[in-house]
Each structure stands twice: as structure tokens, then as C-alpha cells.
């Protein structure tokens, strides 16, 4: 079955039931699909046809939810890209997707015309959806939904963030996508009805998850445009809004913020996070504040979405849990030049790089366009996913990171996450991250780039901080850098590569070691 198939069905379940919230704008899941319809068929009168690609520069907002509806009542293949992305960046991706139609707000105006200056083959039709272009597209006459699509063509087409090259093309069918957001209702416990805060981004696999979680619920989505922590505490306070599906970046603004004791939290009994690892200060912090009936640690990806997924993170902080429904994973020796099989298992305890099957239900199955990095990435039909992990005793995963950003110190392997979780336990640190800068005589020596949460907050506090901590002495920093921020993605992810080129700005009330 076709997603578009999907919301048409949920639609006649609960006809009268809130859909989605944006600001002022609020519709019912019949009034939605009203204007849904209104949509795709505005799209079709301007020759946008199945199998085309629609590119969406957009944040979350009700206008960007309801464009990627009417791609699937269409077989229109959804391409959502970060708005905040440059116009050589947009270029790159409207030409890599063969895109016939853009779709972007005023304040990516400047990047999508710089991007649409370039394109030589052909006319892509474009929407600043702060004019008149979307209004115009809800007054035409609607077509009737949904369209007949194979649950094997592609749905829609994710992006993946660039940070370490040119990004790539992941796209996922309508089954792989249909059967993630099941399998992701069923493994976060999530209950028919419950709202949850659309924050993530919708150019991320997460903010799409939330998106097509709440259609099988029939539950409201929130919409919050721009991560803004204060707005998100109003926000679950004024719709009561049950289930926060976050970064830990974004947990850590929430409970940290100065007006946090202003808003009243206790409906958001559903928390999970995903995309990076969670420090257990962070940990026990949530658990504490929310006293939630699940806390669930997700672990995935664009291109296979679930591997794991733990649901007692309070009682195991760090711990990713078991593979996911009908999933399978492996442990195998790491290799950056990417030499190992998926037969080079690793004993438990010992740490190495995660793999899992191409075959399972939600893997994608390849990249767009890429060979090489299908060739990198795809051996043997598994799939390597440059995560660095380990299964405890109990056969439970741990992620530790990324095997690009291992630093081998005087000849010992140290996981710049392991470092991380121990400073973040001291009350001098807001936050940090950890790198591995060449030197002559270690090969690398450990950086940590650290927030300050006091004044004082020094090298020998934190130095001291780590030589009274279980972390092995060798592995503690040799240096520290005290900066205003530190660099992330609009998903919250850390840009370790920002800080390795020097993108970064020194907080100059501290002194730093580097």
C-alpha cells in the first residue's frame, strides 16, 4: 500500500479529528486531505507528473507538510533539502535529483536563485511559498486521491548532511517508509491519539517519522518552524502535547533554559531521542525532570532507519538496546579504508563497526547516482555504517562514535564520546566535544572544546575533574579550548570537521590551553 493510500484511509477513520497545528492554522484530518487534494492537483496543472522530483527548501511548517502529502497522492518522489543550505549547495542537489519544481521560503530566496541561475538543461518550476505561490496552489481544482503508485517506487528522497563530502541521494520506497513509521509506533510505545512536538527537521528522517507516526495514530502534529527551546516548553504546555521524539541538544536547551520552571511539562509523558549519543548527566537530568512513562534511546539512519532501540535508557544510560523489529546486527573489525567483511566479527565487549543487512524491511536500496559510495558502504549485502559500537555482556549495543573520528593516541584507540560523557558530569561544563588534532610524537592528541557553565571552569578543574573520574588517564585531554558554541547541524548533530578547521569562536573570558 502507497502512503498517500494510507493517509486517505487514516483520514476516513477520524474525518473530524485535529491533524495538524501551525500557529493560527488548524485542520481537522478531513479538512487537511481537502486541502491536500487542492494542492496535488495544482501540482499536476503545472505539468509536475509520478516519478518527478520535488525539491523542498522548507522548514516545518504546515505548508511543507501538506506539499509532501501531495507528492504522495501523486507518485511525485519528495526531496526535502536544509533550508539554512547555500546556493552552490542547492545547485548541486536540484541537478543531482533532476528536480522539476523547488519549493522555499523568503529567507532561502537568495540561495534557490543563485542555485536556479546555474541549471542550463531545462526550466524548474519554483514556489516562495511566503508569496502567493501556495495560496494559488490550494485554489485549484483539486484531483482526486490518491493516485495508483506501486509500494515499490520511491516515496521520497533524503538528503544525507554533507559533512564529510558531497551529499548523497537516499532513496526510500513507500514500503520501507510505510513499515518504518509502524515499527517505530510499536518499539516507542507510542498510543492512539497522542501528539507529538514536529520540530525535527522535515529534511531529516526524523522529522518525516514524526510526520507519518501521527497519521497511523491519528494524532496532531505541532509544527515549531525553528528550534527555539522556550517555544517548544509553550508550545507542550498550551496543546498538551504527549510525545517529545528530540536530539539530546534539544533536551539539554529545555532543561537548562532560565524560564523552564515557567511552563508546565508533565504531558509529554512519551520522550525519545536519536541522532547522537546522550551523556548520562543528560540522561538521569531527563529523567528526572520528566518522569517520563517511556524514555527511549532510538538509534538509525536515512538509510536503513531502526538498527536498535533501547527503552530502559534510564536505567542504562548510553545504551542503544536490542536490533530493532526484524532487524539484525554485527560488530566487525574497523576499517576507515573500508577493507573489512561483514565475517570480521569482533567478540563482545570489543569495540567495532556496526553493520546490518540490506534485506531488512525498512534499508533502502542504494544510493542515488552513487556508485562509489555504494561501493564504500554496501559489501557482501550488508550494510557498514560507519558507527563505531560494542555489545555488552548482555547483548545490548553501545554506540561509541564514528569510525572516522576515533583518535589512535600513542598507539591506543580512544573514543572522543567516552571522554565526552565524563566531562559533561562536571558542573563546569555546558558543553563539549572532543577531537583529535595531529601530533608529531602521539600520532593524534586529544582537544576538548568546552562551553563553560561557571566561571570557574579552567584546564586544571577539568584535568583534575578527569584524573578523579574512571576514565583511564591516558585518555583524558592534553588540551582545552574554550569557546562561545559549539558547532551543529540544524538536526543538532556535533560538526567535529567545524571545529578540526578552526570554525569556531573562542570565548575569551577563559583561557585556553591549544
Known amino acids: 500500500m502507497n502512503l498517500g493510500e494510507v493517509f486517505y484511509r487514516q483520514m476516513l477513520r477520524e474525518r473530524n479529528?485535529?491533524?495538524?497545528?501551525?500557529?493560527?492554522?488548524?485542520?481537522?484530518?478531513?479538512?487537511?486531505?481537502?486541502?491536500?487534494?487542492?494542492?496535488?492537483?495544482?501540482?499536476?496543472?503545472?505539468?509536475?507528473?509520478?516519478?518527478?522530483?520535488?525539491?523542498?527548501?522548507?522548514?516545518?511548517?504546515?505548508?511543507?507538510?501538506?506539499?509532501?502529502?501531495?507528492?504522495?497522492?501523486?507518485?511525485?518522489?519528495?526531496?526535502?533539502?536544509?533550508?539554512?543550505?547555500?546556493?552552490?549547495?542547492?545547485?548541486?542537489?536540484?541537478?543531482?535529483?533532476?528536480?522539476?519544481?523547488?519549493?522555499?521560503?523568503?529567507?532561502?530566496?537568495?540561495?534557490?536563485?543563485?542555485?536556479?541561475?546555474?541549471?542550463?538543461?531545462?526550466?524548474?518550476?519554483?514556489?516562495?511559498?511566503?508569496?502567493?505561490?501556495?495560496?494559488?496552489?490550494?485554489?485549484?481544482?483539486?484531483?482526486?486521491?490518491?493516485s495508483k503508485i506501486s509500494e515499490a517506487e520511491i516515496s521520497l528522497m533524503l538528503y544525507t548532511s554533507g559533512t564529510t563530502g558531497r551529499p548523497k541521494g537516499v532513496p526510500r520506497s513507500h514500503r520501507a517508509e510505510r513499515l518504518a513509521a509502524t515499527h517505530c509506533v510499536a518499539q516507542l510505545c507510542y498510543k492512539h491519539g497522542e501528539s507529538t512536538l514536529g520540530v525535527m527537521p522535515m529534511f531529516h528522517t526524523m522529522g518525516v517519522r514524526s510526520m507519518l507516526?501521527?497519521?497511523?495514530?491519528?494524532?496532531?502534529?505541532?509544527?515549531?518552524?525553528?528550534?527555539?527551546p522556550e517555544d517548544a516548553m509553550r508550545l507542550v504546555q498550551e496543546e498538551k502535547i504527549d510525545t517529545l521524539f528530540l536530539v539530546?541538544?534539544?533536551?539539554?536547551?529545555?532543561?537548562?533554559?532560565?524560564?523552564?520552571?515557567?511552563?508546565?511539562?508533565?504531558?509529554?509523558?512519551?520522550?525519545?531521542?536519536?541522532?547522537?549519543?546522550?551523556?548520562?548527566?543528560?540522561?538521569?537530568?531527563?529523567?528526572d525532570e520528566f518522569s517520563p512513562r517511556h524514555f527511549i534511546n532510538f538509534y538509525g539512519s536515512s538509510e536503513i532507519f531502526c538498527f536498535a532501540v533501547c527503552d530502559h535508557v534510564a536505567d542504562k544510560p548510553g545504551c542503544a538496546g536490542r536490533a530493532g523489529?526484524?532487524?539484525?546486527?554485527?560488530?566487525?573489525?574497523?576499517?576507515?579504508?573500508?577493507?573489512?567483511?561483514?565475517?570480521?566479527?569482533?567478540?563482545?565487549?570489543?569495540?567495532?563497526?556496526?553493520?546490518?543487512?540490506?534485506?531488512?524491511?525498512?534499508?533502502?536500496?542504494?544510493?542515488?547516482?552513487?556508485?562509489?559510495?555504494?561501493?564504500?558502504?554496501?559489501?557482501?549485502?550488508?550494510?557498514?555504517?560507519?558507527?563505531?559500537?560494542?555489545f555488552d555482556k548482555d547483548g545490548e549495543l553501545f554506540v561509541a562514535g564514528r569510525v572516522d573520528d576515533m583518535v589512535i593516541s600513542g598507539g591506543e584507540n580512544i573514543y572522543p564520546e567516552e571522554v565526552e560523557d565524563i566531562l559533561a558530569k562536571s558542573p563546569d561544563v555546558e558543553q563539549v566535544a572532543v577531537i583529535g588534532i595531529p601530533d608529531e610524537r602521539m600520532g593524534a592528541r586529544i582537544v576538548a572544546f568546552v562551553e563553560p557553565a561557571s566561571q570557574v571552569c579552567s584546564a586544571e578543574t577539568l584535568d583534575a575533574w578527569c584524573l578523579n573520574s574512571p576514565l583511564a588517564r591516558f585518555k583524558r585531554p592534553r588540551d582545552?579550548?574554550?569557546?562561545?558554541?559549539?558547532?551543529?547541524s540544524a538536526a543538532g548533530k556535533l560538526l567535529r570537521r567545524y571545529l578540526r578547521d578552526g570554525a569556531y569562536e573562542l570565548n575569551g573570558e577563559f583561557e585556553s590551553t591549544l
Open 17 to 146: 479529528v485535529e491533524a495538524i497545528v501551525d500557529g493560527d492554522t488548524r485542520r481537522t484530518y478531513a479538512e487537511w486531505y481537502e486541502d491536500i487534494c487542492a494542492v496535488a492537483g495544482g501540482l499536476k496543472h503545472s505539468g509536475i507528473k509520478h516519478g518527478d522530483h520535488f525539491v523542498s527548501i522548507l522548514s516545518n511548517r504546515f505548508e511543507t507538510a501538506t506539499l509532501y502529502w501531495a507528492c504522495q497522492m501523486l507518485g511525485v518522489i519528495f526531496t526535502p533539502f536544509n533550508w539554512r543550505a547555500t546556493g552552490e549547495e542547492v545547485a548541486y542537489v536540484l541537478a543531482d535529483a533532476e528536480a522539476v519544481a523547488v519549493a522555499f521560503e523568503t529567507r532561502s530566496k537568495e540561495a534557490v536563485d543563485m542555485a536556479l541561475s546555474r541549471m542550463v538543461d531545462g526550466s524548474i518550476a519554483a514556489y516562495n511559498i511566503d508569496d502567493d505561490d501556495f495560496a494559488t496552489l490550494l485554489e485549484a481544482h483539486p484531483v482526486n486521491c490518491p
Open 480 to 488: 582545552y579550548v574554550f569557546v562561545k558554541e559549539i558547532p551543529r
Open 248 to 287: 539530546p541538544t534539544m533536551f539539554h536547551d529545555i532543561l537548562h533554559h532560565p524560564e523552564r520552571s515557567k511552563y508546565d511539562l508533565l504531558s509529554a509523558q512519551n520522550i525519545a531521542y536519536a541522532g547522537m549519543a546522550m551523556t548520562s548527566a543528560l540522561t538521569i537530568l531527563c529523567a
Open 325 to 390: 523489529i526484524g532487524q539484525m546486527l554485527r560488530v566487525v573489525t574497523p576499517d576507515p579504508d573500508g577493507q573489512s567483511t561483514p565475517h570480521d566479527i569482533v567478540p563482545d565487549g570489543q569495540s567495532g563497526e556496526i553493520i546490518a543487512p540490506m534485506d531488512g524491511m525498512e534499508a533502502f536500496t542504494g544510493y542515488w547516482k552513487r556508485p562509489d559510495a555504494d561501493a564504500k558502504s554496501i559489501r557482501d549485502g550488508w550494510y557498514f555504517t560507519g558507527d563505531l559500537g560494542y
Open 213 to 228: 507516526m501521527c497519521l497511523l495514530l491519528n494524532s496532531k502534529l505541532v509544527c515549531l518552524s525553528v528550534w527555539d
